[in-house]
C-alpha cells in the first residue's frame, strides 16, 4: 500500500473515531448529564432556600431556576396539601422518613397535574416542614433525541470534511517524499542534477537538505574517484612503458657491457699469448682502456640513478660559477664546434648549487645537444636573469618532437631517436631531473621554431 493511502486512511480513521466517539457520548450520556445537571440545580436552590441570611423571593428563584416551589408541613405522616394523589402512600411514608432524619431526596416523580414527569428534591426545612422542589424532565428525552438528530448531521458533514482534508493533507504530507524518494533514486542511478528546494524546517525539510548535502559529497567522492581512476589509468600505461623501457635498458645495458667485455678478453687474451707485435700492442691496451673507460661511465650512472631513486643522493650547496662551469663543459667538445654554431657565456655568474651534480647537469644536457644536433645546426647555452634566480637553457636544433615524446622524455631509460641507440643508455635526462628535484629547481623542455629548449633555474649568489 502506497504511504500516501496509508496516511488517508489514518487521518480518517482519527477523524472517524472522533465522530463516533462524540455519538456514543451524546446517545447514551447526553440524558443523564442533563438530569445530573438539573440536581445541581435543585441544590444550589435548596442551599439558598436554607441559608436564613439570605433574602428569598421564591417567584424570582423559580423563573430564574424553572422550578416550581412548594413549603409543606408534615402531620401524621402525611402532607398537609390537596395534592397528595401525586405521591403513594408507600413511597410518600418512604421519603419523609428520610426528610425526617436529615436528608435531602431526590424523585423522578410522574404526575398528572400538570402533565409531566419531574425531578424533585425533597429537603428538610424549619418549624417541622420540608420544601419541594419541582423542575420538569419530561422535555429531556425529547431534546436528547433532537440534538441526537443534530448532531448526527455534524457529524456527516465533520466526516465528509475530514475525508476532504484527509485527501488534502495525504497529498501535501506525501508530496515531498515522494519528490524526495524520485531525488534517492535518481541517485542511486548516478543522477545528481536533482535537487530537494523547499523553506520547509521540519523533519522532511532536514532530510531533503541531508539529501541534497549527500547526494554533493557523493558527487564530488565519484567526481574524485573518477579523476582517481583517470589518474589510476595514467600511471598502469606509463607503469606499463616504464616497464618497456626498463626491458629495453636491460637489452641496451647487456649489449654495451657485452660488447667491450668481449673486445677487453679478446684483446687481454692476445696480449698474454703474443698473438700481437710490437705495434699492435699499444693498439690492443688503448681498446682495453677505452672500453673499460665506458664500462666505468655505465655503472656510475648505473649507481647515481639508483641513489636518486633511492633518495640517498646528498648534496653540497654552495656558492659555484656557472659561467666557469660551462666553458669547462664546453670545452670538452671544442673539436665539434667547426660543425655547429656554438655560443655560451663568457662571463662570470654565480649562483647556489652543488657544483659536482649541476656540472653533471651541464654534461647530459649540452652531450644531449652534441648528439642530437644535425651538422651546422646550432647550440647554445644561455643563462639569464629571472627574478632572484639564473635561467640556464641548452638550446639545439633538433628534429621536431611530438607532445607524448616530450612527456615522456625525463623518464628513466627513455631515448628519443631509436636509430642512435647504440648512444647512450637512456638515463641522462633521467639523471638531471632526479638532480634539480634533489636542488628544488624549477625545470623543462618546450620546441620553439624549430629549436628544443631544456631550461633550469637555479638560486643567485650574491
Not at 589510476?232 to 618497456?244: F, H, P, T, V, Y
Not at 636573469?385 to 607524448?404: H, M, P, S, W
Not at 641507440?421 to 635526462?429: N, V
Amino acid at each position: 500500500m502506497r504511504i500516501r493511502t496509508k496516511i488517508f486512511f489514518l487521518i480518517f480513521s482519527v477523524v472517524l473515531f472522533i465522530m463516533m466517539g462524540f455519538y456514543v457520548i451524546t446517545e447514551f450520556y447526553l440524558e443523564k448529564f442533563y438530569i445530573d445537571s438539573k440536581k445541581e440545580n435543585l441544590k444550589s436552590v435548596s442551599q439558598i432556600i436554607s441559608n436564613p441570611g439570605h433574602p428569598l423571593d421564591f417567584e424570582q428563584l423559580e423563573r430564574e431556576n424553572n422550578v416550581t416551589i412548594y413549603i409543606r408541613q408534615f402531620s401524621n405522616d402525611i402532607f398537609v396539601s390537596s395534592e397528595e394523589l401525586y405521591i403513594e402512600g408507600l413511597e410518600k411514608k418512604g421519603v419523609l422518613q428520610h426528610i425526617r432524619d436529615g436528608k435531602q431526596v431526590f424523585q423522578k416523580i410522574k404526575i398528572d397535574d400538570p402533565v409531566g414527569e419531574f425531578m424533585i428534591l425533597f429537603t428538610p426545612y424549619q418549624n417541622n416542614r420540608f420544601v419541594e422542589i419541582r423542575t420538569p424532565i419530561s422535555s429531556i428525552k425529547e431534546s436528547v433525541q433532537v440534538a441526537n438528530r443534530y448532531y448526527m448531521r455534524i457529524i456527516v458533514y465533520a466526516l465528509g470534511f475530514g475525508l476532504v482534508m484527509a485527501f488534502v493533507f495525504s497529498k501535501k504530507i506525501t508530496q515531498p517524499i515522494l519528490h524526495l524518494k524520485e531525488i534517492t533514486k535518481g541517485i542511486s542511478n548516478l543522477n545528481f542534477s536533482m535537487k530537494f528546494y523547499s523553506q520547509r524546517k521540519d523533519e522532511i525539510g532536514e532530510l531533503g537538505n541531508s539529501i541534497n548535502r549527500m547526494g554533493d559529497i557523493l558527487y564530488d567522492t565519484i567526481d574524485d574517484l573518477n579523476i582517481a581512476n583517470l589518474e589510476l589509468k595514467k600511471d598502469i600505461e606509463r607503469e606499463k612503458k616504464l616497464e618497456s623501457l626498463r626491458k629495453e635498458f636491460v637489452a641496451s645495458v647487456s649489449h654495451e657491457l657485452k660488447t667491450p667485455i668481449a673486445l677487453i678478453q679478446g684483446y687481454a687474451q692476445g696480449l698474454m699469448e703474443g698473438i700481437a707485435t710490437e705495434e699492435d700492442r699499444d693498439f690492443y691496451c688503448g681498446v682495453i682502456v677505452d672500453e673499460s673507460r665506458k664500462m666505468d661511465e655505465l655503472v656510475k650512472e648505473l649507481l647515481l640513478i639508483s641513489q636518486i631513486e633511492a633518495g640517498y643522493l646528498e648534496l653540497d650547496i654552495r656558492k659555484i660559477n656557472i659561467g666557469k662551469m660551462t666553458r669547462q663543459v664546453m670545452d670538452k667538445y671544442y673539436m665539434e664546434f667547426e660543425k655547429y654554431d656554438i655560443s655560451y657565456p663568457e662571463v662570470d655568474i654565480s649562483a647556489f648549487g652543488d657544483w659536482k651534480y649541476i656540472k653533471r647537469v651541464l654534461e647530459n644536457l649540452v652531450s644531449n645537444a652534441f648528439k642530437y644536433t644535425p651538422e651546422n645546426g646550432k647550440i647554445k647555452v644561455h643563462v639569464d636573469e629571472d627574478g632572484e634566480k639564473y635561467r640556464v637553457e641548452v638550446i639545439n636544433t633538433c628534429r621536431e618532437l611530438t607532445k607524448e615524446e616530450l612527456e615522456e622524455i625525463w623518464a628513466p631509460f627513455y631515448r628519443g631517436d631509436k636509430s642512435r641507440s647504440s648512444e647512450g643508455t637512456g638515463l641522462g635526462l633521467a639523471i638531471v631531473k632526479g638532480v634539480l628535484e634533489k636542488h628544488k629547481s624549477s625545470y623543462g623542455v618546450e620546441l620553439k621554431d624549430g629549436k628544443v629548449i631544456f631550461w633550469f633555474d637555479l638560486d643567485k649568489a650574491i
